[in-house]
């Protein structure tokens, strides 16, 4: 019985790939990957996609104790002088502080998965947002008037990756 342990061991060793013995773990080396490449959305498609109102919408701001704060709640994109802008109508939450102190966050929007046979059963079509608070003042009052808003937070989108 012992042979027969240490002989699967070693045939075993011989399958260990040497890249488990790299620098990178798993993680780390996945989180630079665009797995969903394939199905990002960009553009006017990720604007009329994120404007139809279904699908998962998520936006993460940073606490000032530096934690990760992460909220669920409907946004809406906005096309001006061929840029794009995410708009926030916020109550009074620890993630309009966080916008209103440091101007910056991450929004990411899924679409709901296809049910067409073979399709994935979870969300792969979207998009991660990085998004910073608008300071040119005649841009803001532009979109504030687009929007017919006064209370509404805009961000213009400075990046766009697929969902992972």
Do not use: H, W
Request: proline fraction near 3%.
């Amino acid at each position: 019985m012992t042979k027969r342990l240490v002989s699967l061991l070693l045939v075993l060793a011989l399958f260990i790939p040497v890249a488990a013995f790299a620098e990178e773990d798993a993680v780390s080396s996945a989180s630079v990957a665009n797995f969903y490449g394939d199905y990002a959305l960009t553009g006017d498609d990720l604007m009329n996609a994120v404007n139809s109102f279904s699908g998962f919408y998520l936006v993460s701001t940073v606490n000032p104790d530096g934690t990760a704060n992460s909220a669920y709640f409907i946004f809406a994109i906005t096309k001006y002088e061929d840029k794009y802008y995410l708009r926030l109508g916020l109550a009074e939450n620890q993630s309009k502080l966080n916008l209103e102190a440091n101007g910056c966050g991450v929004a990411v929007y899924a679409a709901t998965p296809s049910t067409e046979e073979g399709a994935k059963p979870y969300a792969v079509s979207g998009a991660r947002m990085t998004f910073s608070k608008v300071t040119d003042a005649a841009v803001e009052e532009a979109l504030v008037k687009e929007s017919g808003s006064d209370t509404a937070m805009f961000f213009e989108i400075t990046n766009v990756a697929p969902l992972g």
